[in-house]
């Protein structure tokens, strides 16, 4: 069955580092667009970045755009989300996606405070 199975979440200091990754099994994911999304309380879900799944053309937030990268492993099946410069407004679960909302992984969670 399809999985998508993130780790890397944690407490972070604002202007801190960390590096989100998403394993994927069960589906062709060299073919299939990825994305990270992230829901912070009481807010909806925003899309953060997304990689196509050929050409891994990105497309970022406005709100993490010169702060995150997201890129792709094909050959482990992996999509990560390397965060720089945290902010306390990055906080928020992150849920990894794959083929425009087809899957989802259940999510890790990203807190930002000093």
């Known amino acids: 069955q399809v999985q998508l199975v993130e780790s890397g979440g944690g407490l972070v200091q604002p202007g801190g580092s960390l590096r989100l990754s998403c394993a994927a099994s069960?589906?062709?994911?060299?073919?299939?667009?990825m994305s990270w999304y992230r829901q912070a309380p009481g807010k909806e879900r925003e899309l953060v970045a997304l990689i196509t799944a050929i050409s891994g053309m990105t497309n970022y937030a406005n709100s993490v755009k010169g702060r995150f990268t997201i890129s792709r492993d094909n050959a482990k099946n992996t999509v990560y989300l390397q965060m720089n410069s945290l902010k306390p407004e990055d906080t928020a679960v992150y849920y990894c996606?794959?083929?425009?909302?087809?899957?989802w992984g259940q999510g890790t969670q990203v807190t930002v405070s000093s």
């Open positions: 996606n794959a083929r425009f909302g087809q899957y």
């Open positions: 069960g589906f062709t994911f060299s073919s299939s667009a």
